[in-house]
């Protein structure tokens, strides 16, 4: 009889998951040993902390549609991993964590670094339970392996989020009975589900209100992102002449080059897009779920549904009609029902386009009055650097298929608001715990995923020292990826919020960067001229190997210069 060891490594291939992510520990150790023998079809990465492991799946799941694995000790993945699995859960990735309780096989007994749940130990599984769609306790080698199959399905089917099989210690090394029920069958099976569609009646409705609409947008969301759902989004657009606006998460859901895009929404969103937003008559939202920051605090001169028509794409039931009442809400995933909006709208859209023609002829009008993407410091160069000149820089050097991962802060806002996005697909943010040190090791699952193109993490100096030993790991497995980095010696945004004279907790000891990234075999360079820094980037490029390029920039510049107000009671 097979181990349910072997038995679970044999579920993962058969499921198509060809990425672990972790650290051998506890009765883990027995399933990590059983992948050297795989590495040809699973490639198992080594990372440095749980974190790290835990947020290169969430990329890697985001950027693939499949989930990765991620696996070590049971106390360490409920605490150290958890930063990715929440960010995960929020941001509908899939993701598998297999694990263990430590229990030493008797969890009534005192044991060192159990998680079983019993007096005098960690309840690991009402911990997992909080943080992910789906999570089971396998108490006996059967259980384990179906635990696998079903974390696995579950992690994808309908919206996609992160799973757990969480296995006492008498589950993992045990012989699997395969001759009584309940018996175990080929993973692949339970994976053969078609993705939800919307009742005909419905998509015709949302066809007569565009029909009845003078001024339709689209807000697209992180949802577009995760059905993979690009082509058809523009596809839609194109045939209603509508423009598109995108959540800070969504971003890069069109080509912001399009000549119907109109950037980010929200706070610290484009001008051209909350003013676009704000006329509009009907908005179509795909995937985004509308939080504060998408509606500056709710201003009902962005959204307000007393005027506006609002039609809600979601894969999840409860989020259409959640932070605004719709006259239409469409359940079900995003590339499926924009496919038959794309496929009803043939013969609609048409009919109507004069009622629509000076609302697209306006675009081009409303991206000059808005500053679309650009501020006048972009153009100017400094010592040190000016954040904005920063974006620029990296705008015209950097290709146009560059795959961006941002972190949170100053940073993040900064690239959100003024990065003109090229192609589709090519930001990927954390929104949903929306945690500093996010980009470095994401885009270290980023670049497995995506091999071919360049990969570039951009974050500030307080979120790269978080997470900085993924920079060991981009070195040991060859994956030049390039970490730019924002360092000002403060952290951004709290530093900007405190009063003058009285900061505290904010400020950093000076630290070059990329010294560091050398000490770990990866290239660096520091810039402190912003002249220097297109040649920085090309030899960071150039080098082959991962690659940081630390940026010292003028802490003075804010986004609060910019970002969008709240409203307030009797403005007009």
Sequence with gaps: MPSASEMIVQTLEEAGIDHVFGIPGGGTGQIFQILETKQDRIKTVLVRHEQAASIMADAYGRATGRPAVIMGQGLFMGSNAAFGIMEAM??????????????????????????????????????????????????????????????????MTGRPGP?????????????????????????AG??????????????????????????????????????????????????WGMPVATSYKGKSAISEDHPL????????????ANKAVGDADTVVVIGALLRSQETVGERPDIFDPNR??????????????????????????????????????????????????????????????????????????????????????????????????????????????LYRSQQAN????????????????????LKLAFPDRPVVCVSGDGGFMMTVNAISTAVQYDLPIICVVFNDNVLGMVHD???????????????????????????????SDSKDLPDALRAAQASGRPAVVDVLVDPVPSPDDWRAGAWRQGQT
Excluded: C
């Design 308 to 417: 506006q028509r609002i039609i809600q794409i979601d894969i999840d039931e409860r989020n259409a009609g959640w932070s605004f009442p719709v006259e239409l809400g469409l359940v079900g995933d995003a590339r499926v029902i924009l496919d038959q909006l794309v496929d009803a709208s043939k013969e609609a859209a048409p009919g109507n386009a004069a009622n629509r023609k000076d609302w697209t002829d306006s675009l081009p009008h409303r991206r000059r009055a808005g500053g679309y993407h650009d501020q006048p410091e972009m153009h100017v160069d400094s010592s040190p650097v000016k954040p904005q000149r920063l974006v620029a820089q990296l705008q015209a050097t950097m290709s146009p298929d560059t795959i961006y991962a941002l972190d949170a802060g100053n940073n993040r806002t900064w690239m959100a608001h």
């Design 90 to 155: 929020l941001s509908s990735s899939p993701m598998v964590v297999i694990t263990d309780t430590s229990d030493s096989g008797a969890a009534q007994r005192p044991a060192n670094q159990s998680g079983a749940g019993e007096y005098g130990s960690i309840d690991l599984q009402a911990m997992f339970k909080a943080m992910t769609k789906y999570t089971t306790l396998a108490t006996n080698p059967k259980e384990a392996v179906l635990g696998a199959q079903l974390a696995i399905k579950h992690s």
């Design 426 to 445: 090519t930001f990927f943010s954390p929104g949903g715990t929306a945690g500093m040190g996010w980009a470095l090791p994401a885009s270290v699952g």
């Design 163 to 187: 799973t757990t099989l969480l296995m006492r210690s008498a589950a993992i090394g045990g012989q699997v009975d395969l001759e009584s029920p309940p018996f175990i069958h080929n993973a």
């Design 497 to 527: 919020h405190q009063p003058d004279g009285h900061k505290i907790a904010s400020e950093f000891y000076p630290t070059n960067n990329a010294t560091v990234a050398q000490g770990m075999g990866a290239f660096g360079v520091q810039v």
């Design 190 to 239: 339970f994976l053969n589900t078609v993705k939800s569609a919307s009742a005909p009646v419905d998509i015709q409705r949302a066809i007569q209100i565009l029909n009845e609409s003078r001024r339709p947008v689209i807000i697209a969301g992180n949802g577009v992102h995760v059905a993979g759902a690009h082509s058809q989004l523009q596809e839609f657009a194109e045939q």
């Design 261 to 272: 895009a109109l950037g980010m929404v929200g706070t610290y969103g484009q001008d051209t």
